[in-house]
């Protein structure tokens, strides 16, 4: 059998992030799932989804590269804001 990328999903903590998918690719998603439990853990397809970003961010050279650089203005990643208190 070929071997997947993905064999196993660790238990982190998640942030919720809603994605709306073309039919295609949710049923590639959903087809790669059921190859993943086939190693007999039940995955839910939603779970592959940060597995697969974070491979393909990754395998991004690019991305890496420019990330690494000395920055000319700085970069800010969002995290979820707390309720502001007006």
Known sequence: MT???????PDEKPVRVTVD???????????????????????????????MIRGFITSDRAFRKLRQEPRRAPVKTQS???PENG
């Open 3 to 9: 071997k997947l990328r993905i064999t196993e999903i």
């Open 80 to 82: 979820p804001a707390a």
């Open 21 to 51: 998918l073309p039919a295609d690719l949710h049923r590639d998603l959903v087809a790669y799932a059921a190859l993943v439990s086939q190693n007999g853990q039940s995955v839910d397809p939603a779970r592959l989804v940060p597995h």
